[in-house]
């Protein structure tokens, strides 16, 4: 069911007591953002779980905007244009206006009371900010016609500010083709060092120095939630010193937060792409196909979309990233569900890398601990493939020990600060590093091997 005002869904005022959480850090820039974006008829503040959108725009309307405010909390249970429209009535409408009645299940439709409530602004010139939190919960089109309706009719007194983590349906591109959108994205509402340095200050009472502070904006990129959960393990753990250095997408901290708010909520078609590709550091859609093994294209777009920590690296949407903390935890993630399914992922990279040309990502991907071949190469000894490819089995059943064991102890974070020794002391140890590699090949053939682009040696590497 659509609830208003306040949490519990249990009522709706028309203002709104919006004091900001304990523990929130005053953000003037944004402020002054939303402060400007009232000019306009709608402002969108839209980004992944945790960045601190309700806490924003609920200290913004208690310090900031003099003007009355409608709030509605939007949940779950149901998408009811019917509802929709007599809490959009109970908040907005003047008291003792009688044009405006609220919907009934078997009365008048929901359109009609949005007209007579349109009438009934008109008529008050009242300024007001009517805000939408959670605004990604709600499917239905009729409630997004509502929505629309208010949007394209009621009288610029009127302002709404509507908090998602998704774009909602409601013609974004022609408000902002209009000049009435007014948006804070993901890399708004990044926090800054100052402002991360007084969140561990006021959340955990904690102080960093200046390097320590640095290194864990950077690694967190700003996301609220992440630096508060890192507050918390830096608590428990004492690890007052460096956090950036231990702290990562794969503690359990946040592990179990990206789960809560984002992978358990997700269609397992999704989940299990998101898992599967977060094994490279950019995507493209040829990339993701090779790796997924069916078109990718839809999925790219709509999780990138839906603000899934999924960040596009450019305009045309050609390549793509993932947050840094949402990838170590995929991989965490990736590691602990589907071990068995590693392996065969980077020989698939690794392969589609090879034919472009791509050296370097193809050793890596070819030597990374968590495969037991190199790219390209048939199945060791006494080990077939189920019919689909994906298991490597052998009599005993499936051969997944090695790599949970060796996703288990890799470390993003290491890994990616120590790559380029890595590759190499990998690329030696490994029992082949191309097709025809019959013996364990020495750091000067390694050499040799990246500067061909790791075309098939007629002799031994």
């Not at 909390?73 to 009535?89: C, F, H, K």
Request: charge should be positive; proline fraction near 6%; aromatic fraction near 4%.
């Amino acid at each position: 069911m659509l609830a208003a005002d306040g949490r519990s869904g249990t009522g709706c005022d028309a203002t709104r007591d919006s004091a900001p959480c304990s523990g929130y850090v005053a953000r003037e820039r944004l402020s002054r953002a939303l402060t400007a974006g009232c000019a306009k008829r709608l402002t969108l503040v839209a980004a992944p779980a945790g960045y601190g959108k309700t806490s924003l725009v609920a200290a913004w309307c208690a310090q900031c905007y003099a003007h009355p405010t409608a709030w509605l909390s939007l949940e779950w249970t149901e998408n009811d244009p019917i509802l929709l429209a007599r809490y959009l009535v109970r908040a907005l409408g003047r008291p003792g206006a009688g044009s405006v009645s609220e919907p009934e299940p078997d009365g008048a439709p929901a359109m009609a009371s949005m007209r007579a409530l349109v009438t009934d602004l008109a008529e008050a010139f009242t300024e007001t900010v009517l805000v939408l939190d959670d605004y990604d919960i709600v499917r239905e089109p009729e409630c997004h016609a509502l929505v629309r309706f208010l949007l394209d009719h009621a009288p610029s007194s009127l302002h709404i500010i509507v908090c998602a983590r998704a774009d909602p349906a409601l013609a974004i591109g022609s408000l902002r083709a209009a000049g009435q959108l007014a948006e804070l994205r993901a890399h708004d509402l990044r926090m800054s060092e100052d402002e991360a340095a007084a969140l561990l200050s006021e959340r955990e009472g904690l102080c960093l120095d200046c390097e320590a502070l640095a290194d864990l904006v950077a690694h967190t990129e700003g996301w609220a939630s992440g630096l508060c959960l890192s507050a918390s393990w830096m608590r428990a753990a004492g690890a007052a010193r460096r956090p950036a250095d231990r702290f990562g997408g794969d503690i359990r901290h946040v592990v179990d937060y990206l789960s809560e708010v984002v992978l358990d909520r997700l269609a397992d078609e999704d989940r299990d792409f998101l898992l599967c590709t977060s094994i490279v550091d950019r995507l493209s859609q040829p990339l993701c196909d090779a790796i997924v093994g069916r078109p990718s294209g839809a999925a790219l777009d709509r999780l990138e979309r839906s603000n899934t920590f999924l960040i596009a690296l450019d305009e045309r949407r050609g390549y793509y990233r993932y947050h840094r903390m949402f990838r170590e935890t995929l991989r965490s993630e990736l590691a602990r569900r589907h071990s068995c399914d590693v392996a065969p992922l980077h020989r698939r990279a690794s392969a589609w890398y090879r034919a472009e040309g791509l050296a370097s990502e193809a050793i890596e991907h070819a030597a990374d601990p968590s495969s037991s071949s190199s790219a390209g190469s048939s199945s060791p000894s006494g080990v077939n493939r189920s019919p689909d490819g994906r298991h490597p089995t052998s009599p005993q059943g499936p051969r997944c020990g090695r790599a949970s064991t060796c996703c288990a102890a890799r470390s993003p974070i290491a890994a990616s600060r120590r790559r380029s020794s890595w590759r190499l002391r990998r690329c030696t140890s490994r029992p082949r590093l191309a097709d025809s590699c019959g013996s364990p090949p020495s750091r000067t053939s390694v050499s040799t091997c990246i500067s061909r682009g790791i075309r098939r040696p007629r002799g031994r590497c």
